[in-house]
C-alpha cells in the first residue's frame, strides 16, 4: 500500500507553487509546469489543512517578504542515495550565495561526477527549500533550472535584495 499523497496549489509571485506532503513531510515543492514534476494523479488529495502545509506556505510567504533565510520544515525527498547527498550539500549553501557544480559535486562526495551531480539538481523535488537556484555555472553563469531560467534569476534577486537590506539595517 502507497502512502497517501496531499497537495495545495499556492499562488507566489513567481507563479503557482505545487506543496506536497505525506502528512509528515514536504515531498515536494513545484512551480506549475516545471520540469521533472511528478503527475497529479487520483491517488492525489488536495488538502489544505495539513499542518506540515500550513507551515511551508507561512515560511514561502516570509521567504518571498524577504524576511526568512532558511526554511524549518521536515523533509521527505524521494532520491537515491547519491541524488540525497547531493540535495543535502545545496542545503547546505548558504542564503544569498552560488556556488558552481564543481563545487556542489566536491561537496556532495563525488568530485569526478559533475554531470551527474548537474542531473541530481535539476530533479531536486524541493524547488526553493532545497535552494538549487544557487549553483551556478563554472563561470558564474545561470544555467539550468528546472522551474525556469526567470525564475531562478528572480530567485537569487530576492536574496540579494533582502541581504542588502539586512546590511543597511545592521549599520
Known sequence: MSTPTFY?????????????TDREAMTGLYFEGQKHMPACTAEWQACDDVPVL??????LAAYFAGELRRFDLPLAPAGTPFQRAVWSAIGA??????????????????????RAVGAAV??????????CHRIVGADGSLTGYAGGLHRKRALLALEAAAGRRGLAQAA
Open 8 to 20: 495545495d496549489r499556492v499562488p507566489g509571485p513567481l507563479g503557482t507553487m505545487w506543496l506536497v
Open 54 to 59: 500550513r507551515a511551508a506556505r507561512a515560511q
Open 93 to 114: 549553501v548558504p542564503y544569498g550565495e552560488t556556488i558552481a557544480y564543481r563545487e556542489l559535486a566536491a561537496r556532495a562526495g563525488y568530485p569526478a561526477s559533475v
Open 122 to 131: 535539476g530533479r531536486n523535488p524541493l524547488s526553493i527549500v532545497i535552494p
